[in-house]
C-alpha cells in the first residue's frame, strides 16, 4: 500500500519583535548604542576639542597687546565662539546616535521625515543655551580659558612681577570696561531680538544659532559689567544697616539655636552632591529631548511654565518636528528649574525606575572613569616628572572622551526607553 504523505507540521510562529526596553535594560541599552555609534561619537568629541584648544589660545593671543580695551571686546566674543562650540558638540554628538534609538526607527517607519543635523542645531541651541547659563555651565569654560591664558604668560608676568607691573595672565575676561561691556551689551541685545525675531518668523537659515551667539555675547557683557558694579558697592553695602541687621541676627539665631549652623553646614555639604547627582542629569536630559523631538510630540513639554513657553506657542505651526524656540532668555529661577523638572515629569511616565537608573548611571560613569584615571596615574607613575609633561594632555582627554562619549549614549538610551514604552502603551508622554 502507498505510504500516507506525512504533512508537515507547521512551526510556531517566531516573534521576531525585539524585547520591550526597561528601566532595567538601560545600562545594556547604553552601551550597545556606544558600540553602534562609538566611531562618529569619537570624531565628534576630536574635531570639538581641537576648536576649543584653537580658540583658547586664539583668545590668549589677542587679548594682550596694545589697545587693550578693543582687545578685550574681541576675546569676549572668541570666549563666546568657545561656548558656543560646546553647545553645537553637544548637540552634533547627540543627533549622531538618532539612527541607533528604536524611536527613531519607528518614527521613520511612520514615514516621520529625519531631522537634518542644521536643523536640529538651528531649533535646540538657543534653549540649550538658556539652560547653559542658568545653570552656570560656563564657569567652567571660563576656569579653562583663565587656566591656559595664565599658563601662557607664566615668564611674561613674572618678569612684570619683578618690575612692579600688573599682572595680564588670566584677566581677559575681568577687566573690560563697565562702559565698553555695557555698550556691546545693548549691541549683542538688539542683535539676538532681531535674529530671534527672524527664527520666530521662520526667516534665515541660521537665524536660531546667530541668536544663540548673540544670546550668550549679551549674557558674558552683561555679567562682566554686574560684576564691576558689585565689586564697586561691595563695601557700601557691607555699611548699610539692612546688611549689618541681617548679619547681627544670622549670629543671634546661631547663638540661640545649637542646631542651626550644623544644619546649614550638613545642607551647604550635601547640596552639591544633590545637584550633580540629581538635577544636572535632568537638565542634559532636557537637552537630548530638545534635539530627539521631546519624546516624538512637543517640545513646549520641556519648557512649559517658563517664560520660552509663550513663544513656543506662537511658533507652534511652523515646525513638523518639535517648533519650539524663544526670543527672551533670561537666565531667571524658572529656565533653572522648570525644564529639570519637566523632564523629570517626562522620564517618570517611561517607567518608576527609570529616573533613578538614569542618575546611578550618570553617576557611576563618572566615578569609575575617576577611579581608572587614578589606576593609570598610579601605573605610570611619578618617577619621572617630565613624563607627564607628554601624558597628561592624552590621559585627560582619553578621560573626558570616555565621559562624554558614555553620558550622550546614557541620556539617548534613557529618551530611547521612555519614548518607546510610552508609544508601545498607545499614550502621550508629553501630557
Request: net charge neutral; with cysteine; charged share 20%.
Amino acid at each position: 500500500m502507498p505510504e500516507t504523505p506525512v504533512m508537515p507540521t507547521q512551526s510556531p510562529a517566531v516573534d521576531r519583535r525585539p524585547a520591550s526596553l526597561s528601566a532595567a535594560s538601560l545600562p545594556l541599552h547604553t552601551l550597545k548604542i556606544f558600540g553602534a555609534c562609538a566611531l562618529t561619537l569619537i570624531l565628534w568629541f576630536s574635531v570639538g576639542r581641537v576648536v576649543r584648544e584653537l580658540l583658547m589660545v586664539a583668545a590668549s593671543e589677542v587679548s594682550h597687546g596694545d589697545h587693550r580695551q578693543v582687545r578685550l571686546v574681541v576675546t569676549m566674543f572668541v570666549f563666546t565662539l568657545i561656548v558656543l562650540t560646546e553647545l553645537v558638540v553637544m548637540v552634533g554628538m547627540l543627533h549622531s546616535v538618532r539612527g541607533a534609538l528604536r524611536e527613531i526607527r519607528a518614527r521613520r517607519e511612520a514615514g516621520e521625515a529625519d531631522e537634518s543635523m542644521f536643523g536640529a542645531l538651528n531649533r535646540a541651541t538657543l534653549v540649550f543655551a538658556t539652560i547653559y547659563l542658568a545653570w552656570g555651565f560656563h564657569a567652567a569654560d571660563a576656569r579653562e580659558f583663565i587656566a591656559v591664558d595664565t599658563a601662557r604668560r607664566v615668564d611674561q608676568d613674572f618678569a612684570s612681577s619683578l618690575a612692579g607691573n600688573e599682572i595680564e595672565g588670566g584677566t581677559g575676561l575681568s577687566t573690560l570696561d563697565v562702559r565698553v561691556s555695557i555698550g556691546v551689551a545693548v549691541v549683542a541685545y538688539l542683535l539676538r531680538m532681531l535674529f530671534a525675531r527672524w527664527h520666530v518668523n521662520g526667516r534665515g537659515r541660521g537665524s536660531g544659532v546667530l541668536a544663540t551667539f548673540f544670546e550668550l555675547a549679551f549674557a558674558f557683557y552683561s555679567i562682566n559689567a554686574l560684576l564691576a558694579f558689585a565689586e564697586a558697592r561691595a563695601d557700601w553695602l557691607d555699611q548699610r544697616v539692612v546688611v549689618v541687621t541681617f548679619k547681627e541676627w544670622a549670629e543671634a539665631a546661631g547663638e540661640a539655636l545649637p542646631w542651626w549652623k550644623p544644619f546649614w553646614n550638613a545642607v551647604g555639604d550635601t547640596w552639591p552632591h544633590v545637584v550633580d547627582g540629581l538635577i544636572v542629569p535632568l537638565t542634559w536630559l532636557t537637552v537630548a529631548s530638545l534635539v530627539y523631538g521631546a519624546f516624538a510630540e512637543d517640545t513646549r513639554a520641556v519648557v512649559r511654565g517658563t517664560r520660552l513657553d509663550g513663544v513656543a506657542t506662537r511658533v507652534e505651526r511652523t515646525h513638523d518636528l518639535t517648533r519650539s524656540t524663544m526670543s527672551h532668555a533670561t537666565a531667571g529661577f524658572q529656565e533653572r528649574w522648570v525644564p529639570p523638572a519637566n523632564a523629570f515629569r517626562l522620564a517618570a511616565k517611561g517607567g518608576p525606575v527609570l529616573f533613578g537608573a538614569l542618575c546611578l548611571c550618570y553617576v557611576a560613569i563618572r566615578v569609575v572613569t575617576d577611579y581608572a584615571d587614578r589606576g593609570v596615574r598610579m601605573l605610570i607613575g611619578n618617577e619621572d616628572p617630565f613624563v607627564w609633561v607628554a601624558l597628561a594632555g592624552p590621559v585627560e582627554f582619553v578621560r573626558e572622551l570616555v565621559v562624554l562619549t558614555l553620558t550622550v549614549c546614557l541620556l539617548a538610551a534613557t529618551f530611547d526607553i521612555a519614548a518607546t514604552r510610552g508609544r508601545e502603551a498607545g499614550r502621550t508622554l508629553t501630557a
